[in-house]
Every structure is written in C-alpha cells, then in structure tokens.
T-cell receptor
Framework: DQQVKQNSPSLSVQEGRISILNCDYT??????FLWYKKYPAEGPTFLIS?????DKNEDGRFTVFLNKSAKHLSLHIVPSQPGDSAVYFC?????????FGTGTRLQVFP | NAGVTQTPKFQVLKTGQSMTLQCAQD?????MSWYRQDPGMGLRLIHY???????DQGEVPNGYNVSRSTTEDFPLRLLSAAPSQTSVYFC??????????????FGSGTRLTVV
C-alpha cells in the first residue's frame, strides 16, 4: 500500500518554461511534505518543504502547493533550467517516518 | 567536511554472506535512518533511530538489523544476504526527527549487489 504516489515517471520541459511535478498521498495524518532532487550516483538533496497547515511555500524558482482536501501537492519550477534535470522525489512525514514517492525524472531541454 | 559518510561505496556479496554498511555523521544529529532505492520503487525506509540507544522499524525492515550505540554512527547489518537485497542504500540524518524546514541530509549511497 503506497502512501505517497508520483504517477508520472518522467517529464520533459523546454528551458525557460514551467515544470510542474505532482504527488498524491493517502494518509491525512502527514504533517510535513518535502521535495528532494537527486542526481545519478549522488544522495537526494533537500529542495523545499511545506507544513500541513499551509497551502503554499516559495523559495526562489521553486514553489510547493498543498491541497489537503485533494491530498495532493505539486512542485513548480519557474523558469526551468538545464541544471534542473534530475529525479524529483516527494516525501511525507508523520511520527518519526519520512515516506517517499517513486520519483519523477525531469528533463529540461534547450 | 561535515556531512553523512557511507562506506563502502560499492560491495558485491554472495548469497548467505553477512556484512555491515557503515554510516557516520559529524553534525551531532539525533535522528538517523536507512533507505533503500530500487527501480520504480522510490526510496523505502528500512530502520530509523531518534537517538542513541533507540531504534525502530520502517517500511521494509526484514533481513536487516541496526543498532545505535553512539550519536555519530548508525550501522546497517545484513544477516544473510539475498539477491532481493540488491539495491542502493542511503543513510540520512537530521537534527530533529521532524524534517520541518531543512529536511534530512543524505549520504552518497552504497551500491550493493548480491549474487
């Protein structure tokens, strides 16, 4: 039973455009949501997080939106850059456990 | 450099062998955890620890053992390796078990192959 789902395994976006990565979850008890970025042969690196009591959090080019009624969150990257090409994982936290989704591979092309 | 150090980076084991994956952090983080990454499965939590002397199971704990005798170290033991344990293993740490605004810091991983 997968509690955190990323239904799009891959996404291709032109440089300068917006990238939107989506994530759905099933457990309404999650109280933090995070996005991580991962390059090949490296560990995941933290990008941005949002508390369950908020619906939006921004950090530079990255914005995370949370829709609790739909149990859905999304990561917007504007503008997208070639260096953003990586695998993006969403993760949700509750009671000492951080649960990850399956990841979305983002490719930003010129 | 401060961070999470995992050793070894690569390992090949024969079925039935045992080994220990090492994880050390020098940031005085209380919380540490182990994940495995498999194609199409994302990262799955194996075991975690909220402080020295305290460990608990994650999503996929079977076949793995952990202990936390010091704040700095959190080794993961494979008792009798099986091909299904072929994976990339990541260790993570954090000041607090609640990731809040800074998340967990991950090591660079150990790629394990069981033949």
């Amino acid at each position: 039973d997968q509690q955190v789902k990323q239904n799009s395994p891959s996404l291709s976006v032109q440089e300068g455009r917006i990238s939107i990565l989506n994530c759905d979850y099933t457990n309404s008890m999650f109280d933090y949501f995070l996005w991580y970025k991962k390059y090949p042969a490296e560990g995941p690196t933290f990008l941005i997080s949002i508390s369950s009591i908020k619906d939006k959090n921004e950090d530079g080019r990255f914005t995370v939106f949370l829709n609790k009624s739909a149990k859905h969150l999304s990561l917007h990257i504007v503008p997208s850059q070639p260096g953003d090409s990586a695998v993006y994982f969403c993760a949700a936290y509750n009671t000492d456990k951080l649960i990850f989704g399956t990841g979305t591979r983002l490719q930003v092309f010129p | 450099n401060a961070g999470v150090t995992q050793t070894p980076k690569f390992q090949v084991l024969k079925t039935g062998q045992s080994m220990t994956l090492q994880c050390a952090q020098d940031m005085n983080h209380e919380y540490m955890s182990w994940y495995r990454q498999d194609p199409g499965m994302g990262l799955r939590l194996i075991h975690y620890s909220v402080g020295a002397g305290i460990t608990d199971q994650g999503e996929v704990p079977n076949g793995y053992n952990v202990s936390r005798s010091t704040t700095e170290d959190f080794p993961l033991r494979l008792l009798s390796a099986a091909p299904s344990q072929t994976s990339v293993y990541f260790c993570a740490s954090s000041y607090s078990h609640r990731p809040a605004n800074y998340g967990y810091t991950f090591g660079s991983g150990t790629r394990l192959t069981v033949v």
